[in-house]
């Protein structure tokens, strides 16, 4: 799919570009500002080429680690490449990377995700004015991606909070928790967690060298929004590692608490089977078929064999608990 926007009543609007399904050859028009190509096709990168004179970078060039693969200069162009949040409502969020380039007054995004930030950035400024060159409109999608990931992490936030309410709070005598619940929960919150860092790390990085690029070509408020991002990035990363460590914590209390709970029901056991042993002991004894057992002729016999019985199963209960075991 390819976009492409120009500025039209000082507001940033979505031109009729034309599909490579409908018509042929795509036509991008030359007044446009921001060209956004997801997963695109072979003709729209070819459309992209005739307007910009350079290719886009392909998924492989995008997935490279290195910085120097990431950030870069070529053809008279800036390439940036930052990981961005996508599918963070889903079970299996996901971090990928989409390139940025700056070209003269034009910007061009280069993506194989589909990220929240650029349907709401593309929304938001149809309503608003000062779009007139590329770098602007990558500081105002920056600016949207960064809000995005702060509330992705606020969400995360009270979500860990609400889980470690459920691992320490008690039900009356016995806590009363589903453990495998809340380990897939914990596990599936840390995974979010250390995208949103990946993420916030690569921004940090591309924000950097944002500076270094435009350094003498900026404007003043430029610069600062720059440097205003540059410092919630920071903020973030820091917010990512408290999180982080906060689940690590719990992810270690509920695996204590398991082994608390295990250790006690092992205790449990081993308690009734040591208060049944001993009356198995004796019934043993009296339940066996000999024919001169001195007990069995006396009247009391029965009633003396029960009572040697329950004291035998009472007096370890008591023992236990003068030793506080119970």
């Known amino acids: 799919m390819l976009r492409s926007f120009g500025l039209r009543e ?7 570009t034309c599909s490579g399904e409908a018509i042929e050859p795509i036509v991008i028009p030359r007044e446009s500002l921001w ?5 695109p096709t072979p003709q729209e990168r070819e459309a992209v080429k005739a307007v910009f004179g350079f290719d886009p970078p392909s998924k492989d060039d995008m997935d490279e680690i290195e910085i120097s693969s990431r950030l870069y200069h070529e053809d008279g162009a800036t390439f940036m490449t930052a ?8 079970a299996e969020p996901e971090c990928e990377g989409v390139s940025f ?3 003269g007054d034009r910007l061009l995004t280069v993506r194989y995700s589909e990220p929240q930030p650029f349907n709401t950035f593309a929304n938001r400024a149809e309503r608003q004015v000062n779009w007139q060159r590329g770098d602007l409109i990558l500081v105002g999608l920056l600016e949207v991606i960064i809000d995005r990931t702060a509330d992705v992490l606020e969400k995360v ?8 309410k459920q691992v320490f709070q008690q039900n009356g005598r016995s806590p009363s928790r589903d453990y495998q ?3 897939v929960s914990l596990g599936s919150r840390n995974d979010l967690t250390s995208k949103a860092r990946e993420s916030l790390i690569s921004l940090g990085r591309m924000l950097a060298f944002l500076t270094l690029s435009t350094e003498g070509k900026s404007t003043k408020d430029l610069k600062g929004h720059v440097k205003t991002m540059t410092r919630d990035v920071q903020s973030l990363a820091d917010h990512t590692t408290f999180l982080s460590n906060k689940i690590t914590f719990l ?3 509920v695996l204590g608490i398991v082994n608390i709970e295990q250790s006690r029901i092992i205790r449990i056991l081993s308690v009734a089977a040591t208060v049944f042993l001993p009356p198995t002991f004796f019934a043993s004894i009296w339940g066996m ?3 001169h057992m001195p007990e069995l002729d006396s009247p009391y016999g029965y009633g003396l064999a029960w009572l040697v019985i329950l004291m035998s199963a009472v007096l370890p209960i008591l023992y236990f608990r003068w030793r506080k075991w119970l």
Request: contains cysteine; charged residues 30%; glycine residues 4%.
């Open 10 to 16: 000082n507001c940033l609007r979505r031109n009729l």
């Open 101 to 103: 380039v700056l070209a």
């Open 35 to 39: 060209v956004d190509m997801f997963d």
């Open 83 to 90: 990981l961005v949040l996508s599918k963070t409502e889903t």
């Open 251 to 253: 992810l270690d209390a």
């Open 289 to 291: 078929n000999f024919k």
């Open 181 to 183: 619940k809340l380990l």
């Open 157 to 164: 936030g009270a979500e860990v909070e609400g889980l470690s």
